[in-house]
């Protein structure tokens, strides 16, 4: 690229101009050209180790002109071949483009120094502009040598180590053969992924000559034969320049637009353009190169003695630069040309800093003049090795341990235009020394895509991704990056875009309905505040009530024949219980605590206890009055209130007992239950020792049989006396009542199970108050002539 010459005489002038850069001393320089051959490459070489015009290597007889140091080359394969023969001499190379080493070739050559930063933290940038952009199916293209082969072997582990698949790998040929690309063309790619894959959008270009080239022709011939467009963003390494051959002024270069490539960080010198507007074919003398470029960038010849076939017309000499297409020329310094530039100062730098060096020990020996012939090349290697100074830019320059340049990378944004111009936009930066992931910064807004994607952002994956509240399963005989999207289970959630796996929420949270988050589950009992609560506590207060006005009714007729026949002491025991037990029911509504736990269960059985043994006592005080009735009955003496205390004594002291032993082994306890309840955490009272819960209410039915039982053969009594008949009723209903709250309750959680004691407690509390009392008190106060004492004799 004929801007890499121009940048070297420029740097050249500008230090010769400089009086404190080598006082006294005229820096020179002398350019060949390889050519691409090794062997044009290692005969440029020798023929700098000889004199001039002559090629005698080891042998210069010139004292005035000295080999100081060689720039150079822009490909590994260049600098290769140039290290071998300086290596022998030591002489510094400073190599303006990307030394690969495939054979740690960098070690055989300590006199090498590499003007770009090292190629491995280029690749880590290609990784996270990949993951920037979430891009994870990816086509790649390398030429087919070693270096392209080292290139593979790198970036494969890193693409694989951060969830990044390529579709397909194409190696292009290592030189521009017709016959190969003609196989390559009609053969290999015509049915291709690079063409027919629309999931790829992404592309990764290792841009080692002759990469471009050779996508180019692949470009140029997808147009030739009419297959698809490739609509592509192409993601290119460092090496690549927008250069092109004079006979490739005219092909299409729009699928390169919006390319992202990176490239070493480069600043235009002062008065660089200055410089390049100077530039005329009259430097002829001293160039062997411009007249070439010159002919080939306007398309004219120089002189009529030039190959003129087509009889075009004779340049004048005053073309303009600027008017070249910027695929032919860049008017703004390239990096490949602004690493030239730095190599210059790098060189001169060192030299000045060994040259003063040495005249301040002259100085010290009485020595005036300053011997620079007597100075050898390999002397200036410690000193590049130590060198540190800021160019022109403000850019520190200097070497890190491997003899390479530290500095970093800028990504740019290509845009094209139908002239076939192109312009470079930096949209971000690759800093090496940046906190390890935030090593690339990108300006979004700034980047424009390729014009197929209309400026959205493009999607290179091999699937949609898998969103929140699914999971990534594996397709069979497909790469990773391929897979289907799962649904997650129920009680488990993905909080991001394709994960692995669901996780399950803590026990104290629960899946919202879409399954991408959790959420604090709620707790839940029955409170009072609820309209399930707000009906058992009416319903408590209006039994309550009941309660305590039949208690009150027959208070006021205490005197009265029916109320003395049933006994006041255990009517009023069996109403006072009665209002304990609809009492009793407040316990199991609200927050369950240590107090209300303790006392819900064993309070209800020893109350219901207490209810059953009287009413057990009051059924056998009904038999034995009409048995003690006949005549010679030996019974009359068990009539009274010692019988009955004994009955309710004995009957409740076994419950209290059961409790007791519950109290002082595994009492009840506030509890909650993190699983029963979908998005809730049931507050609920542990029972503590299940048998002993079952025991009170086993307790209890034994009772409720027992009364059952007796009050049923007591059935056929006088109606006078047929109080068994209403006992008989309200055992049935109360058996009834408890024989289904047992199955309900097993099979309910929560505030539910709670509601269904409560419902069992209440209705078989008012069964028994309305069996055994509302008989009576429908005859105390609708009936009152019924209420006398001729009534409730037996009669014959």
Same mark, same amino acid.
């Given at each position: 690229?004929?801007?890499?010459?121009?940048?070297?005489?420029?740097?050249?002038?500008?230090?010769?101009?400089?009086?404190?850069?080598?006082?006294?001393?005229?820096?020179?320089?002398?350019?060949?050209?390889?050519?691409?051959?090794?062997?044009?490459?290692?005969?440029?070489?020798?023929?700098?180790?000889?004199?001039? &015009?002559?090629?005698?290597?080891?042998?210069?007889?010139?004292?005035? *002109?000295?080999?100081?140091?060689?720039?150079?080359?822009?490909?590994?394969?260049?600098?290769?071949?140039?290290?071998?023969?300086?290596?022998?001499?030591?002489?510094?190379?400073?190599?303006?483009?990307?030394?690969?080493?495939?054979?740690?070739?960098?070690?055989?050559?300590?006199?090498?120094?590499?003007?770009?930063?090292?190629?491995?933290?280029?690749?880590?940038?290609?990784?996270?502009?990949?993951?920037?952009?979430? =891009?994870?199916?990816?086509?790649?293209?390398?030429?087919?040598?070693?270096?392209?082969?080292?290139?593979?072997?790198?970036?494969?582990?890193?693409?694989?180590?951060?969830?990044?698949?390529?579709?397909?790998?194409?190696?292009?040929?290592?030189?521009?053969?017709?016959?190969?690309?003609?196989?390559?063309?009609?053969?290999?790619?015509?049915?291709?992924?690079?063409?027919?894959?629309?999931?790829?959008?992404?592309?990764?270009?290792?841009?080692?000559?002759?990469?471009?080239?050779?996508?180019?022709?692949?470009?140029?011939?997808?147009?030739?034969?009419?297959?698809?467009?490739?609509? *592509?963003?192409?993601?290119?390494?460092?090496?690549?320049?927008?250069?092109?051959?004079?006979? &490739?002024?005219?092909?299409?270069? &729009?699928?390169?637009?919006?390319?992202?490539?990176?490239?070493?960080?480069?600043?235009?010198?002062?008065?660089?353009?200055?410089?390049?507007?100077?530039?005329?074919?009259? =430097?002829?003398?001293?160039?062997?190169?411009?007249?070439?470029? =010159?002919?080939?960038?306007?398309?004219?010849?120089?002189?009529?003695?030039?190959?003129?076939?087509?009889?075009?017309?004779?340049?004048?000499?005053?073309?303009?630069?600027?008017?070249?297409?910027?695929?032919?020329?860049?008017?703004?310094?390239?990096?490949?040309?602004?690493?030239?530039?730095?190599?210059?100062?790098?060189?001169?730098?060192?030299?000045?800093?060994?040259?003063?060096?040495?005249?301040?020990?002259?100085?010290?020996?009485?020595?005036?003049?300053?011997?620079?012939?007597?100075?050898?090349?390999?002397?200036?290697?410690?000193?590049?090795?130590?060198?540190?100074?800021?160019?022109?830019?403000?850019?520190?320059?200097?070497?890190?341990?491997?003899?390479?340049?530290?500095?970093?990378?800028?990504?740019?944004?290509?845009?094209?235009?139908?002239?076939?111009?192109?312009?470079?936009?930096?949209?971000?930066?690759?800093?090496?020394?940046?906190?390890?992931?935030?090593?690339?910064?990108?300006?979004?807004?700034?980047?424009? =895509?390729?014009?197929?994607?209309?400026?959205?952002?493009?999607?290179?994956?091999?699937?949609?991704?898998?969103?929140?509240?699914?999971?990534?399963?594996?397709?069979?005989?497909?790469?990773?990056?391929?897979?289907?999207?799962?649904?997650?289970?129920?009680?488990?959630?993905?909080?991001?875009?394709?994960?692995?796996?669901?996780?399950?929420?803590?026990?104290?949270?629960?899946?919202?309905?879409?399954?991408?988050?959790?959420?604090?589950?709620?707790?839940?009992?029955?409170?009072?505040?609820?309209?399930?609560?707000?009906?058992?506590?009416?319903?408590?207060?209006?039994?309550?009530?009941?309660?305590?006005?039949?208690?009150?009714?027959?208070?006021?007729?205490?005197?009265?024949?029916?109320?003395?026949?049933?006994?006041?002491?255990?009517?009023?025991?069996? $109403?006072?219980?009665?209002?304990?037990?609809?009492?009793?029911?407040?316990?199991?509504?609200?927050?369950?605590?240590?107090?209300?736990?303790?006392?819900?269960?064993?309070?209800?059985?020893?109350?219901?206890?207490?209810?059953?043994?009287?009413?057990?006592?009051?059924?056998?005080?009904?038999?034995?009055?009409?048995?003690?009735?006949?005549?010679?009955?030996?019974?009359?003496?068990?009539?009274?209130?010692?019988?009955?205390?004994?009955?309710?004594?004995?009957?409740?002291?076994?419950?209290?007992?059961?409790?007791?032993?519950?109290?002082?082994?595994?009492?009840?306890?506030?509890?909650?239950?993190?699983?029963?309840?979908?998005?809730?955490?049931?507050?609920?009272?542990?029972?503590?020792?299940?048998?002993?819960?079952?025991?009170?209410?086993?307790?209890?039915?034994?009772?409720?049989?027992?009364?059952?039982?007796?009050?049923?053969?007591?059935?056929?009594?006088?109606?006078?006396?047929?109080?068994?008949?209403?006992?008989?009723?309200?055992?049935?209903?109360?058996?009834?009542?408890?024989?289904?709250?047992?199955?309900?309750?097993?099979?309910?959680?929560?505030?539910?199970?709670?509601?269904?004691?409560?419902?069992?407690?209440?209705?078989?509390?008012?069964? $028994?108050?309305?069996?055994?009392?509302?008989?009576?008190?429908?005859?105390?106060?609708?009936?009152?002539?019924?209420?006398?004492?001729?009534? $409730?004799?037996?009669?014959?």
């Amino acid at each position: 690229m004929y801007q890499h010459i121009l940048a070297l005489a420029f740097a050249v002038k500008e230090i010769n101009r400089n009086p404190e850069l080598l006082q006294n001393t005229t820096l020179g320089f002398h350019i060949v050209n390889n050519c691409f051959p090794a062997r044009i490459t290692y005969k440029a070489i020798l023929s700098l180790l000889s004199t001039k &015009q002559k090629f005698v290597p080891n042998f210069t007889c010139d004292l005035k *002109k000295m080999f100081i140091a060689a720039i150079g080359g822009r490909l590994t394969e260049t600098s290769f071949n140039m290290a071998t023969v300086l290596a022998n001499y030591k002489i510094p190379q400073l190599a303006y483009g990307t030394f690969t080493s495939v054979h740690s070739e960098k070690n055989l050559f300590p006199s090498l120094f590499q003007m770009v930063p090292d190629e491995m933290n280029q690749y880590i940038g290609v990784i996270q502009l990949l993951q920037h952009f979430g =891009w994870n199916w990816i086509g790649i293209l390398a030429v087919d040598d070693d270096y392209g082969d080292m290139f593979l072997q790198k970036i494969e582990p890193l693409l694989s180590q951060n969830n990044i698949c390529y579709a397909f790998i194409r190696r292009t040929p290592r030189k521009a053969y017709i016959d190969e690309y003609v196989q390559l063309i009609t053969v290999e790619l015509r049915y291709d992924k690079l063409f027919v894959d629309d999931k790829v959008k992404v592309c990764l270009i290792y841009a080692l000559i002759p990469a471009m080239e050779n996508l180019r022709v692949i470009i140029l011939a997808a147009s030739i034969f009419s297959w698809p467009p490739l609509s *592509k963003v192409w993601i290119v390494t460092s090496h690549w320049n927008f250069e092109s051959m004079s006979f &490739q002024r005219l092909w299409d270069i &729009q699928s390169f637009y919006g390319a992202l490539s990176f490239a070493v960080r480069s600043k235009e010198p002062p008065r660089f353009q200055e410089f390049l507007h100077s530039v005329r074919p009259s =430097w002829a003398r001293e160039d062997n190169f411009i007249q070439n470029f =010159w002919e080939q960038a306007f398309d004219c010849p120089l002189h009529i003695s030039s190959i003129n076939e087509d009889n075009k017309l004779l340049c004048t000499g005053d073309e303009k630069l600027e008017s070249v297409p910027s695929i032919l020329f860049e008017m703004s310094m390239s990096g490949h040309s602004y690493n030239i530039y730095n190599a210059v100062y790098v060189m001169v730098h060192s030299l000045h800093v060994l040259l003063k060096s040495r005249s301040r020990r002259r100085n010290a020996l009485g020595k005036e003049q300053v011997i620079f012939q007597d100075l050898q090349p390999w002397q200036l290697n410690s000193a590049l090795k130590r060198i540190v100074f800021n160019n022109s830019m403000g850019d520190t320059i200097t070497f890190d341990e491997n003899r390479q340049l530290i500095a970093g990378f800028d990504v740019i944004n290509w845009i094209t235009f139908p002239n076939n111009s192109v312009s470079r936009v930096k949209v971000g930066t690759l800093e090496s020394w940046a906190p390890p992931g935030k090593e690339l910064t990108l300006d979004d807004n700034q980047i424009v =895509w390729h014009r197929s994607f209309n400026q959205v952002l493009p999607l290179s994956v091999c699937n949609d991704h898998c969103y929140p509240g699914s999971s990534r399963k594996k397709k069979e005989g497909e790469k990773f990056c391929c897979y289907d999207c799962v649904t997650c289970s129920e009680g488990q959630i993905s909080g991001g875009i394709d994960m692995d796996v669901c996780m399950k929420c803590p026990e104290n949270e629960y899946p919202n309905n879409i399954q991408n988050q959790c959420i604090p589950k709620a707790f839940t009992y029955l409170s009072y505040i609820e309209p399930l609560g707000i009906l058992f506590v009416i319903l408590v207060i209006v039994f309550s009530l009941i309660t305590v006005l039949v208690l009150g009714i027959f208070w006021m007729h205490r005197e009265t024949p029916i109320v003395k026949a049933n006994n006041w002491s255990l009517t009023c025991t069996i $109403l006072l219980s009665l209002l304990f037990c609809f009492l009793c029911s407040f316990l199991f509504i609200g927050r369950p605590k240590k107090i209300t736990c303790l006392l819900r269960q064993m309070t209800f059985g020893i109350t219901f206890s207490v209810v059953l043994s009287s009413v057990l006592a009051k059924t056998m005080t009904v038999i034995l009055a009409f048995v003690a009735t006949k005549p010679g009955s030996g019974l009359r003496k068990w009539i009274g209130r010692r019988l009955a205390n004994s009955i309710v004594i004995s009957g409740s002291f076994i419950q209290v007992g059961i409790c007791i032993v519950w109290l002082n082994t595994y009492p009840p306890f506030p509890d909650t239950d993190l699983h029963s309840g979908k998005g809730e955490i049931i507050m609920e009272c542990n029972e503590g020792s299940v048998i002993l819960f079952y025991s009170v209410l086993g307790y209890i039915g034994f009772l409720a049989i027992v009364n059952f039982n007796i009050a049923f053969q007591a059935r056929k009594l006088p109606n006078s006396f047929n109080e068994a008949k209403f006992i008989t009723f309200s055992m049935l209903v109360f058996c009834s009542v408890w024989l289904s709250f047992v199955p309900t309750y097993l099979s309910t959680k929560g505030k539910y199970m709670v509601a269904v004691e409560i419902f069992s407690i209440l209705s078989s509390s008012a069964g $028994l108050l309305g069996c055994i009392f509302f008989p009576k008190c429908y005859i105390i106060l609708l009936r009152p002539e019924m209420n006398k004492k001729e009534n $409730l004799i037996r009669k014959e």
